[in-house]
């Protein structure tokens, strides 16, 4: 079999307000956590929840386009790919982090009209490689 597949998606309300920011080359990131909650029934019958956090990040329009619509509560659809990156801290140590790079997104619960997908190609400015193998430039992310 030839090829993989690095494909997530998730639905879930974001915990706070997204954060934009612009890479020293002027390309607009944003950054927001998701939060998506697990539902089962232990053995004794009580009714159990689980929260699981991701870390999303958009870049170009869709990175402009999810900083004016997406706030806290908000419900969105998200589909992407994981990417884990890795820095080194202020000691020395390597620290790694895994996100889901966001290529499409649709808010939920929207007025009439306004629930269309949004893609990260929309016009044109997603980082090149982006959506293929290499990924943006992480040296150029201002977080």
């Known amino acids: ?12 309300r974001l ?48 990175a402009e386009t999810s900083a004016k619509l997406l706030g806290k509560g908000k419900q969105v659809y998200i589909e992407g790919r994981l990417q884990t990156r890795s820095w080194d801290d202020r000691d020395g140590n390597k620290r790694y982090t895994t996100e889901i790079v966001a290529s499409t997104m649709q808010v ?8 269309r997908a949004l893609t990260a190609d929309e ?15 992480y040296d150029d992310v201002p977080f």
Do not use: C
């Open 123 to 137: 016009g044109g400015d997603f980082p090149a490689g982006a959506a293929s193998s290499g990924g943006p430039e």
């Open 15 to 62: 915990g706070k307000d997204p954060e934009m920011r612009f890479t020293p080359s002027g390309k607009p990131v944003t950054s927001f956590s998701l939060a998506t909650n697990e539902y089962w029934t232990d053995p004794n019958g009580e009714r159990q929840e689980r929260t699981e956090w991701h870390r999303i990040v958009t870049w170009g329009k869709l």
């Open 108 to 115: 939920l619960g929207s007025p009439e009209g306004q629930d």
């Open 1 to 12: 079999m030839a090829g993989s597949v690095n494909k997530v998606i998730l639905i879930g």
